[in-house]
């Protein structure tokens, strides 16, 4: 069994900033592209951005230059720095994963984490 684990969310003021992590542990035998998707209430769940096992990154165009996703290979960890932040950021942000699992047949599955709250007030 995999599961992801996400950390960092917070209360932030405007122009504030904050680290996401998501973890992945379990029986994991590789992980290909991570990501990143944030929910805002009645709205869809969204693309942030994603990663891929060699680092190649993507991003909605309305985080470009604020947000970036990085990976840390070696802990099975996806973080996104979110940076000057606004209240339209509000949202619950989720991780997900591309993963091989491991064992005598190496089912490959898309893994969620189970959200973290980000709030942009003042």
């Known amino acids: 069994q995999v599961q992801l684990v996400e950390s960092g969310g917070g209360l932030v003021q405007p122009g504030g900033s904050l680290r996401l992590s998501c973890a992945a542990s379990?029986?994991?035998?590789?992980?290909?592209?991570m990501g990143w998707y944030r929910q805002a209430p009645g709205k869809q769940r969204e693309l942030v951005a994603t990663?891929?096992?060699?680092?190649?990154?993507n991003y909605a165009d309305s985080v470009k230059g604020r947000f970036t996703i990085s990976r840390d290979n070696a802990k099975n960890t996806v973080y996104l720095q979110v940076n000057s932040l606004k209240p339209e950021d509000t949202a619950v942000y989720y991780c997900?994963?591309?993963?091989?699992?491991?064992?005598?047949?190496?089912?490959?599955?898309?893994?969620w984490g189970q959200g973290t709250q980000v709030t942009v007030s003042s």
């Open positions: 997900n994963a591309d993963i091989y699992e491991d064992g005598r047949i190496r089912y490959r599955r898309i893994y």
């Open positions: 379990g029986s994991i035998f590789s992980i290909n592209a």
């Open positions: 990663i891929t096992s060699g680092g190649s990154t």
